[in-house]
């Protein structure tokens, strides 16, 4: 009887996500921009920014889904829902909190196991959205990874900036800077879909351009509708 009780009450103040409509899963790292140490804007072997690209990798490939990463977050957005729910609780739980908790530990062990440097905790939301609203997603993102990317650069290189200062504004003051062209490769996020890196901009305009590892000289351009 008393378990019935409490399951009915966590049923009623536990929100479901969608198993049919794209599952939206952010993650945050905790603090993680709050010291320097962690690169956001550099990738070699141990950087922050090479351990979120490898993640990225690994979970689009897995799931066949979309990740965008930058700075301390990465999306995750899944096309069909069922294939990371049923893969996190065979029992189809499609509990929100359910998909959080297990989600942002395996996230955990794998960004850590790629980290060496300090043990990241991450926050973690998930929600479901119309198929239709996948690119309104990405910019929203895009634009404040952006944000949060040209404030964490003119801290780090020590130039004065003010918190009212605007993205454009900050932009600007960035592309003063000598090392600013490692700032651009980063600035608007970086998208992979199904395990490969694919460029954003491209993609928003409805084609899909993969970005081929440096010993490849061609892209490969996809169209949309042969997803």
């Known amino acids: 009887m008393w378990y019935s ?15 049919k409509n794209p599952l939206v899963i952010r993650l945050d790292g905790k603090n993680a921009t709050k010291t320097r140490k962690n690169d956001f804007i550099n990738n070699y072997s141990g950087s922050f920014l090479n351990s979120m690209e ?21 999306s995750f957005i899944f096309p069909t829902p069922s294939v990371v ?18 989600f942002s ?15 990241i905790f991450w926050h973690a939301k998930c929600f479901s959205i119309n198929k239709d609203k996948i690119n309104s997603y990405l910019r929203h ?3 404040i990874i952006s944000n949060v990317l040209t404030t964490f650069f003119l801290i780090k290189n ?3 900036h003010e ?22 490769d980063v600035l608007d996020g970086i998208l992979y879909y199904n395990g490969k890196r694919i460029d954003l901009n491209s993609f928003l305009d409805g084609k899909v351009v993969e970005i081929q590892s440096p010993e490849t000289d061609t892209n490969l351009t996809i169209d949309l509708l042969d997803f």
């Open 105 to 119: 530990q395996y996230y955990f062990d794998y960004f850590n196991l790629n980290y060496p440097a300090e043990k």
């Open 54 to 74: 490898n993640c990225a990798k690994y979970f689009s490939g897995k799931y066949n889904c979309y990740a965008l990463f930058g700075s301390d977050e990465i």
């Open 85 to 102: 729910i049923d893969d996190l609780d065979k029992e189809h739980c499609n509990f929100s909190q359910e998909v959080c908790s297990l």
């Open 5 to 19: 009780y409490f399951y009915e009450i966590q049923k009623k103040y536990s929100l479901r996500v969608s198993t």
């Open 163 to 184: 918190e009212k200062d605007t993205l454009t504004e900050r932009l600007d003051k960035c592309k003063k800077l000598d090392n600013y062209s490692a700032l651009e």
């Open 141 to 143: 993102r895009s634009r």
């Open 158 to 160: 020590q130039s004065y």
